[in-house]
Nanobody
Framework: QVQLVESGGGLVQAGGSLTLSCAAS????????MGWYRQAPGKQRELVAD???????NYAESVKGRFTISRDNAKNTVYLQMNSLKPEDTAVYYC????????????????WGQGTLVTVSS
C-alpha cells in the first residue's frame, strides 16, 4: 500500500514563508509525477505545482515566482517552498503522486495525501 504523509502547514503572516513536505511510503518502484494541489473554502481543488521524476516543474500562474517545488527521488519526497505568502494562499494543501508503480499492483496508481492546512493572516 502506498501512502503520502504531509507536513509543514500552519499559520503565517502575509509576506512570510512556509515549506511543505510530502513523503511517499510503501513498496514503490517509481513515481512519475509528484505535486501539490490546494482547496480553499467554497472553491474547487486546483493544481499549485507539480514536478516529474526528471525535474520538470509546472506552476499555477498565481504562484509563479513565489513558490518553488523540488523533489528527492531517492526519498520519494516532494517539497513546496512558499514565499511571499498572501491571504489568498489560505487553503488545505494536498500532496499528489501520479503514475506510481508499486510492488504487487498492476498498472499505475494515483495517491493523495490527507491534506495540510495553510492559513495566511493579513
Amino acid at each position: 500500500q502506498v501512502q503520502l504523509v504531509e507536513s509543514g502547514g500552519g499559520l503565517v503572516q502575509a509576506g512570510g514563508s512556509l515549506t511543505l513536505s510530502c513523503a511517499a511510503s510503501g513498496s514503490i518502484f517509481s513515481i512519475r509525477s509528484m505535486g501539490w494541489y490546494r482547496q480553499a473554502p467554497g472553491k474547487q481543488r486546483e493544481l499549485v505545482a507539480d514536478i516529474t521524476s526528471g525535474g520538470s516543474a509546472n506552476y499555477a500562474e498565481s504562484v509563479k515566482g513565489r513558490f518553488t517545488i523540488s523533489r528527492d527521488n531517492a526519498k520519494n519526497t516532494v517539497y513546496l517552498q512558499m514565499n511571499s505568502l498572501k491571504p489568498e494562499d489560505t487553503a488545505v494543501y494536498y500532496c499528489n503522486a501520479d503514475k506510481v508503480v508499486a510492488a504487487g499492483v498492476a498498472g499505475f496508481l494515483e495517491v493523495w495525501g490527507q491534506g495540510t492546512l495553510v492559513t495566511v493572516s493579513s
